[in-house]
C-alpha cells in the first residue's frame, strides 16, 4: 500500500520477487502506478489513454473500474484535473457523524443538533495543557 520508494531494501527484494513470478500482476502494477499518478498530478487528460491500456489487459477488475469511470465521465475528468473538491464538506460530515456515534442511545435529537451546532461556530480545537485545566478547577 506505500509508494515504491518507499520501500525498505527487504520489501523493495520480496516486492521484485513477487512481480517476477505474476505477468498480470506486474501488469497490475503498472497500471496502478500509471493511475496514482494521474491522481496525484491531477492530469485527467491522461484518463482516456489510461483505460485504453487497461483495456489492452486482460485484468477484469481494472475493466470494471474503467466502466465505472467512464459511467460518469464528466465528473470524474472534472474531478482529476480542477483545483476544487468537497473536502471540506466531508470532514464536517464527518465531524457529525463521531458526534451522532458518541451519542447513541444516549440523547434525543435536540441534543444531538446542540452539539452539532456548538461545534459548528467553535473554532478548531486547541490541545489542553496542564494549566488550562487547573484553571477549571
Not at 476544487?84 to 457523524?97: A, D, L, M, Q, T
Not at 456548538?118 to 478547577?137: E, F, I, K, M, N
Request: charged fraction near 25%; glycine fraction near 6%.
Amino acid at each position: 500500500m506505500r509508494h515504491p520508494d518507499r520501500l525498505g531494501d527487504e520489501e523493495r527484494r520480496q516486492f521484485t520477487a513477487v512481480l517476477a513470478r505474476c505477468p498480470e500482476l506486474t501488469a497490475l502494477h503498472g497500471h496502478v502506478r500509471a493511475f496514482a499518478e494521474i491522481l496525484t498530478t491531477r492530469s485527467g487528460q491522461h484518463l482516456k489513454d489510461w483505460i485504453t491500456a487497461t483495456r489492452a489487459d486482460d485484468l477484469p477488475g481494472l475493466h470494471t473500474f474503467a466502466t465505472g469511470l467512464e459511467k460518469d465521465w464528466d465528473a470524474v475528468v472534472q474531478g482529476l484535473t480542477t483545483c476544487w473538491n468537497s473536502g471540506p464538506v466531508e470532514g464536517r460530515v464527518n465531524h457529525i457523524k463521531m458526534i451522532k456515534r458518541q451519542m447513541f442511545g444516549r440523547a434525543k435529537l435536540p441534543l444531538l443538533r446542540k452539539r452539532v451546532l456548538l461545534t459548528a461556530t467553535r473554532p478548531a480545537a486547541q490541545p489542553v495543557t496542564t494549566t488550562d485545566r487547573s484553571s477549571d478547577s
